[in-house]
């Protein structure tokens, strides 16, 4: 299972990013797909999940700004991050848990800064 980011960069606080993660390889039913960021000098947190039937999980730090989806047929994982603030920089990583195998991309920067 390999796993894709992109959509990470550059914006001013107060902005929108989205990123995506796409997997491909042995991808199974009943799997979980989520996004995590460190900051520099943290340890990794989970910044939100989704269930492939849609149910959703998020940190408190993020909810009402932040929106996961997924698009099942393409094993596609989004996360939408609005009204971002310079708290949120960090790498952010997407990953897959499925039949009790976790696996990772490779991490995509996020800087908000003006």
């Known amino acids: 299972v390999q796993l894709q980011a992109s959509g990470g960069g550059l914006v001013q606080p107060g902005g929108s990013l989205r990123l995506s993660c796409a997997a491909s390889?042995?991808?199974?039913?009943?799997?979980?797909m989520g996004w995590y960021r460190q900051a520099p000098g943290k340890q990794r947190e989970l910044v939100a999940s989704?269930?492939?039937?849609?149910?959703?999980n998020y940190a408190d730090s993020v909810k009402g700004r932040f929106t996961i989806s997924r698009d099942n047929a393409k094993n596609t994982v989004y996360l939408q991050m609005n009204s971002l603030k310079p708290d949120d920089t960090a790498v952010y990583y997407c990953?897959?848990?499925?039949?009790?195998?976790?696996?990772w991309g490779q991490g995509t920067l996020v800087t908000v800064s003006s």
């Open positions: 390889g042995s991808i199974f039913r009943g799997n979980v």
């Open positions: 989704i269930f492939s039937g849609g149910r959703t």
């Open positions: 990953n897959i848990n499925q039949i009790g195998e976790i696996y």
